[in-house]
């Protein structure tokens, strides 16, 4: 019997040793993949004397579905801002009230009190971009300017053609394509997206993350993309071009929060305010090439950054933006049933 | 003299004591391995969460799911077609690995088996050397040399036997060769271990009888063999069918198997009911491949007494 408490024992110990195991000093950040300049995780670590750890991950639905369950072990997460609301509103997030901190004053005026945080309670601006279309022209030639790159493949494209798979980017893209409204519940327009997405999907390679190191390799010569990855890859390879749809993008913004089962809190506060300093966020958008809410930070960016077309939206175009927001939870419910119909 | 009831008190007083000495481990065992697997079942009665997790309510909608599905628009149901695509996909790439890996697996099983005895060693130490890398790292490096810019289309572009690059990554092709060369050592070991047990003189006799080689090894070997080589397939052929990791890095994310499937569920699709039901059905899928396997082999033993 002795034993078989001393067992118990031991296994009990090792359970309440991985709930314990963070350690002062530490922050957990759990943010998108290839989006944290390590240059600037660095100077925090220099300046705070914190050990930073980055964990990847590559949708909103994933990083939501991993908080969720508990126990994460992250202190921080970077979620889009039509995915806050459900953040806040399944309290998974800590009112750390950036709104109030110290560097707050150089946030740029229309990201100080945006529609997805009032008053900014919750998050701070990380990066802000684009959806549209990257391809290389030296495969494809035509107008890349319009999203029938993926869902009407050109023959030149056709088997080359990569969508990242980040649902509601994909389910805006062909709503706009369709000329439906973004987040229309219009069974009409839904119709014909499911069907836009069926007929499409056979032309496509593969849906994917990674679409830097695979754009530069060859693999695909066009893809969905976001616009600092687009300019990360012209650089790279200058015959890659980043289109605006013509038919209607999404703007969209990521944004740093704190966890409500955040195990260093005063860390992860420390980290917002960091991100709030022009320096810094210049320094992080020089690595992720997406601009960053942040006034006075383009000072700190690399030069070949300042008018870059992916960056500064041309004035054609410009019109047709539009802002990425949550839809109602029954269109929602419709977006997710088309998405898992294309998966499968 | 000790009496007969006291030898046979005692040996059930040690019965009772071997019982109550492993009882913590049958315990944890019995916790461990039915504990999930209850959780799978329960959720895959209820209903899905708005963002993924369950709600407490039962409903059948999971299990429908598996084999029907109800259109979007029209709300009638049919046959889930594309579930039944994958299903079949991943059987039919589970059976492709499995054969290849005893095409390949086999000769070298016995060319290991046929060599002197302290030689052996070295050349099983040689076939694991791959386990000794990542999993992930080793279908990365698959990746690399099958991609568009990799090693074969670079040589054969070189060569000047082909223009543009063939398109092997995020194919079907892709993920079998993916999967032939992770699970190739757990081929040939179980076959080595049933070849290396072989008695060589019947093989000889054989010849000695004029027997051609081919009949050799149709008559003699492989009928020997069996045992390793089924318990190889059985081996092979389970992992392959839930397999994820490859099929998800050379597959290209579009190309699903069951793993994919299944973790789809859990991720993007938010339907957690689906995903236990359908991980209910691989687990349904694979006892029947077992079950196959003891009625062969089981009635293999006792044929041989």
């Known amino acids: 019997m002795k034993r078989v408490l001393a067992g118990l024992a031991v296994t009990a110990a090792v359970f309440a040793h991985a709930g314990l195991a963070q350690a002062a000093g530490e922050l957990n950040i759990y943010n998108w993949g290839n989006y944290t300049s390590p240059e600037m995780i660095k100077k925090f670590e220099d300046t705070y004397k914190v050990k930073v750890t980055i964990t990847d991950y590559d949708s909103n639905d994933t990083a939501l579905a991993k908080v969720r369950q508990g126990g994460s072990g992250f202190d921080m997460v970077v979620p889009s801002q039509n995915y806050i609301p459900i953040w806040i509103s399944e309290g998974l997030l800590l009112e750390s009230d950036p709104g109030k901190m110290e560097n707050f004053k150089n946030v740029a005026k229309e990201w100080a009190d945006p529609e997805f945080d009032k008053g900014r309670k919750y998050t ?18 035509g107008d890349i300017n319009t999203w029938a790159i993926v869902f009407d493949t050109p023959a030149e494209l056709k088997g080359k053609v990569n969508v990242v798979p980040e649902m509601n980017d994909v389910m805006d893209a062909a709503v706009l394509y369709n000329g439906g409204k973004k987040c229309t519940g219009d069974l009409t327009i839904l119709k014909k997206v499911r069907d836009t997405l069926v007929k499409a999907k056979p032309n496509w390679v593969a849906m994917e993350y990674g679409t830097i190191e695979k754009m530069l390799s060859g693999d695909f010569a066009a893809s969905s993309d976001w616009n600092g990855s687009a300019l990360r890859q012209r650089l790279k390879n200058p015959a890659i071009h980043y289109g605006y749809p013509k038919e209607g993008f999404v703007f969209w913004s990521d944004n740093l929060a704190i966890l409500k089962d955040a195990k260093n809190v005063e860390n992860a506060k420390l980290f917002q305010n960091f991100m709030m300093d022009p320096e810094n966020a210049g320094m992080n958008s020089g690595f992720h090439r997406y601009a960053n809410g942040i006034a006075g930070s383009d000072k700190f960016m690399p030069a070949d950054m300042k008018g870059a077309p992916e960056i500064d939206v041309p004035a054609q175009f410009a019109s047709v933006g539009v802002p990425s927001m949550t839809c109602p939870p029954q269109v929602q419910e419709l977006y997710t049933k088309i998405w898992t119909e294309l998966q499968k | 003299m000790t009496q007969p009831g006291t030898i046979e008190a005692e040996r059930s007083r040690d019965i009772r004591k071997r019982w109550l000495l492993s009882l913590p481990a049958l315990l944890i065992v019995l916790l461990a391995a039915t504990g999930p697997l209850l959780i799978v079942l329960l959720y895959s009665f209820l209903t ?17 799911g ?27 790439l589970s059976l ?82 993916g999967m032939v060369y992770v699970y190739l050592p757990l081929m040939v070991l179980p076959v080595y271990a049933n070849l290396e047990k072989l008695d060589f003189r019947l093989v000889e006799a054989a010849y000695d ?59 993007q699709g938010r339907n957690w009911p689906l995903g236990s039901a359908l991980s209910i059905t691989l687990m349904l899928i ?12 089981g009635s293999q033993e006792k044929r041989h007494g």
């Open chain 2, 48 to 64: 899905p969460g708005p963002y993924g997790d369950v709600l407490w309510k039962a409903s059948p909608d999971g299990w429908i």
């Open chain 1, 124 to 141: 701070v601006p990380w990066a802000m971009g684009t959806v549209g279309t990257v391809v290389n022209t030296d495969v494809y030639k």
């Open chain 2, 96 to 177: 492709a690995t499995t054969v290849v890996t005893l095409l390949f697996g086999f000769p070298t099983a016995y060319f290991i088996a046929t060599r002197p005895e302290r030689t052996r060693e070295l050349w099983l130490l040689l076939i694991t050397i791959p386990f000794w890398t990542n999993l992930l790292i080793r279908t990365f490096a698959v990746l690399q040399i099958i991609r568009n810019e990799g090693l074969i289309n670079t040589l054969l572009m070189k060569f000047g036997l082909i223009e543009r690059p063939i398109q092997m990554l995020f194919t079907d092709g892709a993920i079998l060769t």
């Open chain 2, 209 to 267: 009888l004029y027997a051609t080689p081919f009949r050799v090894l149709t008559k003699i070997i492989i009928p020997l063999a069996k045992p390793g080589l089924i318990a190889g397939s059985i081996l092979v052929f389970i992992p392959a069918l839930g397999a994820y990791v490859t099929p998800s890095i050379l597959g290209g994310g579009k190309n699903l198997m069951l793993g994919n499937l299944i973790e789809l569920q859990f991720g």
């Open chain 2, 286 to 297: 694979v006892t029947v491949a077992l079950l196959v396997y003891v009625r062969n082999v």
């Open chain 2, 66 to 92: 598996v084999f029907l599905e109800k259109d979007i628009f029209t709300e009638t149901l049919s046959l889930a077609d594309a579930h039944v695509s994958i299903f079949v996909r991943s059987v039919l």
